[in-house]
């Protein structure tokens, strides 16, 4: 069992900067892939970034790369995204998601990950 807390997450202006968290509770975190998801009102949830267990295989979607950044600390538990250069079109709440030992495309889908956070929101103003 995992449990995961997302923060860092608020209101900032067009082509600012966020660093969301995701705090994972529970064992062998070090075992599980790791991805973040969003959400806008009125739209599916979709894929962001996810980075493999070992950290060393990076994920991301086309509407974020470059922009934004996945790393962990397995150390801490800790999942990071930071957020740079933020457009209103990056508002929605964020989502980390937890998939044990996931890999490849397979990461890509919502419906593949075990777990979840609740989400924290993020508001990019024009």
């Known amino acids: 069992q995992v449990q995961l807390v997302e923060s860092g997450g608020g209101l900032v202006q067009a082509g600012g900067s966020l660093r969301l968290s995701c705090a994972a509770s529970?064992?062998?975190?070090?075992?599980?892939?790791m991805g973040w998801f969003r959400q806008a009102p009125g739209k599916e949830r979709e894929f962001v970034a996810a980075?493999?267990?070992?950290?060393?295989?990076?994920y991301y979607a086309d509407s974020v790369k470059g922009r934004f950044t996945i790393s962990r600390d397995n150390a801490k538990n800790t999942v990071y995204l930071q957020m740079n250069s933020l457009k209103p079109e990056d508002t929605a709440v964020y989502y980390c998601?937890?998939?044990?030992?996931?890999?490849?495309?397979?990461?890509?889908?919502?419906?593949?990950?075990?777990?979840w956070g609740q989400g924290t929101q993020v508001t990019v103003s024009s």
């Open positions: 998601a937890a998939d044990y030992k996931g890999s490849g495309q397979y990461l890509l889908t919502a419906n593949n990950y075990d777990y």
């Open positions: 529970g064992r062998a975190f070090y075992s599980y892939a």
């Open positions: 980075i493999r267990w070992s950290g060393g295989t990076t």
